[in-house]
């Protein structure tokens, strides 16, 4: 902002300057001390705003209970299938890690991808397939840099990533690596 811009802008925040006119609706908006103890035009007082507080306050841990919650499910056997699976990736393979249950969809909330490669440009993925075998999105890859390389990368999803029925969560590897992985989530 340029020294003119400031200059105009000091102009409009300090009104009782003299040499300042401040237009029609410019002066409509400025507020008053008795507009100042209401909150956004209504009769709620200042003292009021602890119940915007307090509501604010138990939206976060309404919102913190429902992460416990929907992580919890993974444990409950009545409502929920816990699915814990791993697998080694062998160079130029996909190899079908899971496929999501008729009827039920996945939860993924953990994998841990691991790879080794022989050179550079070695790449290891872990992706969601539709039941079309088309390819939906990769959740975690890993590529090698200059020089042969071993990396292992540990995910939590802090909300569960949500797999419909009969789609695979599947491993890839290109022809310069190896690699192995592992999911934890539920189905229900």
């Known amino acids: 902002m340029g020294a003119a811009a400031n200059q105009a802008l000091w102009r409009?925040?300090?009104?009782?300057?003299?040499?300042?006119?401040?237009?029609?609706?410019?002066?409509?908006?400025?507020?008053?001390?008795?507009?100042?103890?209401?909150?956004?035009?209504?009769?709620?007082?200042?003292?009021?705003?602890?119940?915007?507080?307090?509501?604010?306050?138990?939206?976060?841990?309404?919102?913190i209970l429902k992460s416990l919650q929907e992580?919890?499910?993974?444990?409950?056997?009545?409502?929920?299938?816990?699915?814990?699976?791993?697998?080694?990736?062998?160079?130029?393979?996909?190899?079908?890690?899971?496929?999501?249950?008729?009827?039920?969809?996945?939860?993924?909330?953990?994998?841990?991808?691991?790879?080794?490669?022989?050179?550079?440009?070695?790449?290891?993925?872990?992706?969601?397939r539709n039941v079309g075998d088309t390819n939906q999105y990769t959740i975690a890859a890993l590529k090698t840099g200059t020089t042969a390389d071993g990396k292992t990368v540990p995910i939590n999803f802090d909300m569960p990533i949500k797999i419909p029925a009969g789609y695979d969560i599947i491993s890839d590897c290109n022809d310069y690596a190896s690699g192995e992985t592992f999911i934890h989530g539920w189905e229900e």
């Open 71 to 128: 992580y919890l499910k993974c444990f409950n056997d009545a409502t929920a299938t816990q699915v814990v699976k791993s697998t080694l990736m062998t160079a130029g393979t996909i190899t079908i890690l899971h496929t999501v249950t008729a009827l039920k969809t996945l939860h993924l909330k953990k994998l841990v991808i691991g790879m080794w490669g022989t050179t550079s440009g070695a790449t290891c993925s872990i992706k969601v």
């Open 12 to 63: 409009y925040i300090r009104p009782t300057d003299p040499a300042v006119t401040i237009p029609v609706s410019l002066a409509a908006a400025i507020l008053t001390t008795t507009d100042l103890t209401k909150i956004n035009g209504t009769t709620l007082t200042g003292r009021d705003i602890s119940l915007d507080l307090k509501a604010l306050t138990d939206n976060s841990i309404t919102g």
